[in-house]
């Protein structure tokens, strides 16, 4: 987007995992894209402070967590630059009684665990309504044939987390829930992978919690699924509502009206309607604020696969 508006681009990705980034400026330069149109720059709190200070850059758009997120809206802010920070996620589905089961619970699955829940636009938390909490044996089931490998390896559906750091930090998360009062249906902490046995696993792991816990307050960024249950659409909607995190939600249902109430009185960025990861097309905004003011619908047809976007304005 910003090279077709015009820009250069100074890509910093994270000092953890800069694999991607390095992919996509190979890429890029086989695609021909001139030289110094895309710079990727490395490094930890120097780097980013020296491109929220330097003054021949116009603008800053950030995605992760949320404090490193605040320092870079406070720091280039100040210098006059306009700034965008996509912070902390905790991104919802609700599945009711009436969805297709087979697709909500395969939905679930995959956006829960997928790239071991470090993505942003990952479900961590899926609210089951009324007769659909039933469904959770079936949930748990099929999540537990989900296989833990390095990664590139042949039927592997989830790798590590990217650091010691990063599993210390998921462990600790599920063990609260134990500690909390919470149920953990399903437990990955002692995952173990033979070939790799000093590897950051965590495998797949369901929790059952309250929206007091540490847990469901706090981004996980892991292959945890936080179950929430609601007697009803109202209650889901309100719970949803009431998390301070708006990046994106989800809702499985084959009722047109159930639908649109939702995306109408759910306060969140992005909402994707029998989608799991309601992620826009590109030339749609990418937010996740709790305020929105417009509304783009790729598809009306409720059933169908259909995403929503709902861009901020300031």
């Not at 665990?113 to 899926?126: D, H, K, T, Y």
């Not at 509502?241 to 639908?259: E, L, M, R, V």
Request: proline share 5%; with cysteine.
């Amino acid at each position: 987007m910003a090279a077709v508006t015009g820009n250069t681009l100074i890509l910093k990705p994270s000092e953890r995992d800069p694999g991607a980034a390095m992919m996509i400026a190979e890429l890029c330069q086989r695609a021909g894209l001139p030289a110094g149109v895309l710079n990727v720059v490395h490094g930890g709190v120097p780097t980013v402070n020296a491109i929220c200070d330097h003054p021949d850059i116009k603008a800053i758009s950030f995605v992760g967590g949320d404090k490193a997120g605040k320092h870079i809206y406070e720091r280039g802010t100040q210098n006059g630059k306009r700034v965008q920070a996509n912070l902390g996620a905790k991104n919802h589905a609700v599945i009711m009684p009436d969805a297709n089961k087979n697709l909500a619970l395969n939905s679930i699955v995959g956006a829960a665990f997928g790239a071991a829940g470090q993505r942003c636009m990952a479900l961590s938390v899926v609210v089951l309504v009324g007769e659909a909490q039933n469904w959770l044996p079936e949930l748990i089931e099929r999540t537990q044939k989900l296989k833990v490998n390095g990664g590139f390896e042949q039927g592997a559906d989830l790798g590590p987390l990217i650091s010691p750091a990063a599993k210390e930090r998921v462990v600790s998360l599920i063990s609260s829930a134990e500690h909390e009062g919470g149920k953990i249906h399903l437990d990955g902490r002692d995952v173990k992978v033979s070939a790799y046995p000093n590897g950051n696993f965590v495998g797949p792991t369901i929790i059952e919690a309250r929206t007091n816990m540490r847990c469901y307050i706090e981004e996980i960024f892991g292959p945890a699924l936080v179950v929430i249950r609601a007697e009803n659409l109202d209650e889901a909607i309100e719970l949803i509502n009431q998390n301070k995190y708006g990046n994106g939600t989800a809702i499985f249902t084959q009722s047109g009206a159930t639908a649109r109430k939702f995306e109408t009185n759910v306060n969140v960025g992005q909402i994707g309607i029998n989608v799991p990861i309601p992620v826009p097309l590109p030339m749609f905004s990418w937010s996740g604020n709790k305020t929105t003011t417009s509304l783009w619908r790729a598809e009306d047809a409720v059933g169908n696969r259909a995403a929503v976007n709902m861009p901020t304005h300031d």
